[in-house]
């Protein structure tokens, strides 16, 4: 998918209603890692939910049924009683976006950082955990080696916690002769210990292979 199809099928937002069928969402999560604008798209939007979530758990003035029954059509939505929570969220919304996400996620996006990162073995190339620290809340990056086998199209990483509950997975491309992929994991309020990547295989038929698992040491630097 290109950035001219990801336009044409909106899928930032088909992708957060949860819209797209599973090719188009294999084809928009391998199109976010080099397109910029559509990632930054998808983080606003996200943001928007997020927000919009926030602002509706406000309370808001009852309004009983007979007052209801006696409002018609859309002119109901000028009453009081829901105008001025239909209007306190379009404010907070559109000042939030304004005043605070979209200048913050323009910078972060201009301004270079420099990630954790630590290189993890899948399968046969075994090795000795290693260890990454990272300050609370920041994201990381992961170098995921895995034997490289003809016969997968993606692959997919589900990273487990030190409980042992899944808490991060991504599908990317499984490129011909390519071995190794830089994975970046999002920032997250993490616990320190133990974190298990497993990697599977996905083959054009949509049939996947456990292809073995690997772990690291996580600590939050104080």
């Not at 499984?174 to 309020?189: E, F, K």
């Amino acid at each position: 998918m290109d950035h001219k199809d990801a336009v044409r099928l909106k899928a930032t937002e088909r992708y957060l209603l949860n819209e797209l069928d599973p090719d188009q969402l294999d084809q928009f999560e391998e199109h976010l890692f080099d397109c910029q604008e559509c990632a930054l798209d998808l983080r606003t939007g996200a943001m928007f939910v997020e927000q919009s979530k926030n602002v509706l758990a406000e309370p808001v003035h009852a309004i009983s049924s007979e007052q209801v029954r006696k409002s018609t059509g859309w002119f109901a939505w000028l009453r009081p009683a829901f105008a001025a929570p239909v209007m306190a969220l379009l404010l907070a919304v559109v000042g939030y976006q304004n005043l605070v996400s979209i200048p913050h996620i323009q910078q972060a996006a201009t301004r270079p950082e420099v990630l954790p990162w630590i290189s993890v073995n899948i399968g046969t190339y075994g090795g000795d955990n290693p260890e990454i620290v990272m300050a609370p809340g920041k994201g990381f990056l992961l170098f995921i080696r895995i034997p490289p086998d003809g016969n997968y199209v993606r692959h997919k990483a589900d990273l487990y916690n030190p409980v042992g509950k899944l808490e991060w997975s991504i599908t990317f491309p499984a490129t011909a002769g390519q071995d190794q992929w830089p994975i970046p994991v999002p920032g997250s309020n993490r616990q320190a210990g133990t974190y298990t990547l497993k990697v599977s295989g996905i083959t054009a038929a949509g049939e996947s292979k456990d292809l073995g698992r690997t772990s690291f040491d996580l600590k939050i630097q104080q």
